[in-house]
Each structure stands twice: as C-alpha cells, then as structure tokens.
C-alpha cells in the first residue's frame, strides 16, 4: 500500500501563493484533486511516476505547477495568483499501475491522502 500525507494548505489573500507537498511511502503517478464545499471533486493536476509528464486541469494550467523530488517521494504543487474560486479541500492522489491510459480522472488511483484544506480570500 501506498500511505500519502498533505501539508502547506492554509488561508492567503487573493493573488497570493502556496505550495503543497504530498509525502509518499513509495513512488507512483501522483495527481492533485480538489473538492469545494457542495461541489464534486475535480481534477487539478498530475504527474507521472518518474517525473516525465505532466497534465493540468485547463483552469489552473497557467496558475499552478506540480513537480516531484524522486528522491523523496515528494510531489508538490505551487499554486500562484490565488483566487476564491481555489477555495477547496486539496487531495494527493497516487497510481501504483506502471501504465495507467490517463492521469486526469480519479478511477485511475489507488490511494488518496486526507486532504489539506486551502481557503483564500477576496
């Protein structure tokens, strides 16, 4: 099993900045995911097991940037330019499958973190 633990949410004014780190026990594809109150979880963004692709949400993709230290086993998310629509629980997601067809939909992970909340406001 893989155990995944969230960190670096908190409460920023709109246009700021925060960066998440989702810890891992052992490397695997790891997308972000997020959920605002009453809302269904959406994706955000992904990256693979090795570092080599990337995949954003079309919403974020010119906020926000996810990278990973391999060494580690730590992805990360820098978020920028904040706005209240960001509002959300935030959830680190991994695929343990060496192959997976997509990392934009949530079927494809096996193990999900608690969440770490991010609350910006105007």
């Known amino acids: 099993q893989v155990q995944l633990l969230e960190s670096g949410g908190g409460l920023v004014q709109a246009g700021g900045s925060l960066r998440l780190s989702c810890a891992a026990s052992?490397?695997?594809?790891m997308g972000w995911f997020r959920q605002a109150p009453g809302t269904g979880r959406e994706f955000v963004a992904a990256i693979s097991w090795n570092g080599g692709d990337t995949d954003y949400a079309d919403f974020v993709k010119a906020r926000f940037t996810i990278s990973r230290d391999n060494a580690k086993n730590t992805v990360f998310l820098q978020m920028n330019n904040l706005n209240a629509e960001d509002t959300a629980v935030y959830y680190c997601?991994?695929?343990?499958?060496?192959?997976?067809?997509?990392?934009?939909?949530?079927?494809?992970?096996?193990?999900w973190g608690q969440g770490t909340q991010v609350t910006v406001s105007s």
């Open positions: 997601a991994a695929a343990i499958q060496k192959r997976i067809a997509t990392m934009s939909t949530d079927d494809v992970y096996d193990y």
């Open positions: 052992r490397r695997a594809s």
